[in-house]
């Protein structure tokens, strides 16, 4: 067990200096969008990975989130922390009712409930006069955050960006390291003894979802003040696909798969943009070897490797 | 002490000077042009490598080099997403120094780039994208939109065929924004042109099935059907159209359509339509020589818009010799300064909103028995003047547009 501790210290400390150092390695704005998504991300492992719920609408909590931090930004002039509060407090109210919705329903219909409902989100978003339909809403301003910190500076921003990112990062670390967590692993494992060992599944189901939603929400704003626009992408149903292909490229149910699967669909999708079509035939073929060759995902399989090592010593 | 400052003085004054030379030249030795398209999705075709193909035609046509600088291009897939876009564009103007970025489908996209290059005073070249918001509500003083828009398409054809008899209109709406706005235009032209819109049904974007909203078309009993729709949904709604034996009785007019579909659709199912272009490869000598050259180096014949990207470069290469630098501001008063004649437009000029006038084609599709081979499909009815294809500037809701 202490070697297990060990080795998350290690991960997390590698992964907090790669993101301190990052900005002056690579281009800051690539880096705050692969922290945008490694934070989505690991909002959507809390609920598949940990709770066993495959939700393939997460988009709309993503896009929802943006399209309201961009529009009380750029049209009723809220400061960016505002905004970003008011849209990820959007993302938790619709987590909410979505939420209650589809957890009444387990499997192959819960993500069809999801996924309709996210469905009805994009249509929203294509029809309301405020999202700008098709067009989106650009130049949202960054403006100045706790009116000291200028987030034009690609710097700041990116340091800003980061501290979302750590501070959904620990609250989802908080959430899986807790009584609550080991409810949902508990669920997960096997739903109908958690009922009879007395919990109310459905009560932690649910928190579960709107913690996941609130993260996501929380991903959209941040990420709609990095690129200074919102648009229809993040409400699509291929944005709920590209989370599932992060989180288990990355690693289901592990702390730093995730952040790994964000990072290397990101970079993918950035570095090879020059490829043309080639792009969506590699991310392809990286995934369909995934699932034949190491199911448990690039952090998964490391740690079933360092496992497996330190396994047979203890008896 | 003395000579110490003196020194000094002179190395600052030789770096200054060699500062301010700096800044009126070609910054960094070399012209950047960016391809920022779609390459793998819906417009991969009407631009995508093409587009790649002409701006590369156009440089080695002005010969490799401006004021003796290298021009070197960089091409990149978007993936019509506006948050990849924007990055790409941002990383380009930033780390590798790109000068200006050309093309950019979906309004969506352009839009985004458009903000980015407005903040970094960058030029941009919009070709594929079609949105009129590019010279009206969103313009930008370092943009120029090129080839199209949905204002053009949509009066040059609506007005043609109401002054044929075609007088009552039904339109095909795609529920969005865009729809409704190219509906809206066209409408207006209708009307205002002495014709009547009996009708019209949205149907959701993007859609495969068409019937019931053909039937309730057909029923309608107008002579045209307006089809204020883009991409995979007007050609599904053309073929359809043919399958329920609507489109020799009833009239479709496309509002958005480009060589490439009716290259995808085939002369038999497309034969008769009507839709207006801004550049047809077989419409004199000229066109037919250039469109020539790159149907030997890309296998096809251009559309519109990558005729649009060629000729855009070669007018933005003329412009930064005149100008003698790269510095986007005084390229932008020299490209509008200079008049746009080639192949692609005659007497052409960019006002006030970054809107480039040129006459426009109004064309019909052939049938296949009119067509001599490949890639003949159109026969120019009316050459639209430049003027009247465009919404007028005094129409224009621009900011930069002094009234």
Redesign the interface.
Known sequence: MPARGNGRWLGGGLLLAAGLVAPYVV?P??AM?VLCFALFACAFNLLLGYTGLLSFGHAAFLGSAGYVTAYTVKSLGFSPGLGLLAGTACAAVLGLVIGWLAIRRSGIYFAMITLGLAQVIYFLS??LEFT?????I??VPRGVLFGVLPLDNPLVMYHFVLAVFLFGFWVVYRAIHSPFGQVLKAIRENEPRAVSLGYDVHRYKLLAFVLSATLAGLAGGT?SLV???A????VHWHTSGEVVLMTLLGGLGTEFGPVVGALLVVTL??YL????????VITGAIFVVCVLAFRRGIVGEILAFARSRSAPKDP | MKRLVRVLGVLGTVLLAAAAWAGSGISDGVIRIGVLNDMSGTYSDLAGPGSVVAAKMAVEDFGGKVLGKPIEILSADHLNKPDVAANKAREWYDKDKVDAIVDLPTSSCALAVLEVAKQKNKITIVSTGASTRITNKNCSPTNVHWTYDTYALAVGTAKAIVAEGGDTWFFLTADYAFGHSLEKDTAEVVKASGGKVVGAVRHPFPSADFSSFLMQAQASKAKIIGLANAGADTTNAIKQAREFGITPNQTLAGLLVFLTDVHSLGLETAQGMQLTTGFYWDYNDETRAWSKRFNERHGRMPTMVQAGVYSSLMHYFKAVEKAGTDEATAVMKAMKAIPVNDMFAKNGWIRDDGRMVHDMYLVQVKSPSESKGEWDYYKVLRVIPGDEAFMPLEKSTCPLVKK
């Open positions: 281009y704005v690539f969008k294509l029809q700008g339909g098709e067009d989106g650009q130049g990420k690129f200074q626009l648009s229809l992408t993040d999708n950035n943009a020059g490829f043309g079509s080639w792009v969506t």
